[in-house]
């Protein structure tokens, strides 16, 4: 039950503020949608990107060793990272 409460909490932790989280504030105060509608559709992504993440997990796991599969998530990690930061830089540069 601990492990379950780990994952839940460095998941929710990771939401906030997310992009996702940004989005789904936008759709609500945009009073289009109903809040419940905006909850639903929310809530049904969030589990449909959750399950492909899993699965993709459980594929890398039975796959690749653990060594690998922790450099590559966090090389990943920092490619992202320094692509926002390039992005960042070169909007302003544009602008």
Request: aromatic residues 8%; proline residues 2%; charged residues 10%.
């Amino acid at each position: 039950m601990i492990d379950l409460l780990g994952v839940f909490i460095t998941v929710f932790l990771a939401e906030l503020g997310d992009k996702t989280q940004l989005a789904t504030v936008l759709f609500a105060a945009e009073g289009r949608l109903s809040p419940l509608g905006v909850f639903l559709a929310a809530s049904l992504a969030l589990v449909a990107t959750t399950a492909l993440g899993v699965g993709a997990g459980v594929l890398a796991e039975k796959h690749l060793a653990a060594l690998p599969l922790k450099l590559i998530a966090g090389v990943g990690f920092v490619v992202i990272g320094l692509w926002t930061i390039w992005g960042h830089f070169a909007e302003r540069g544009a602008a």
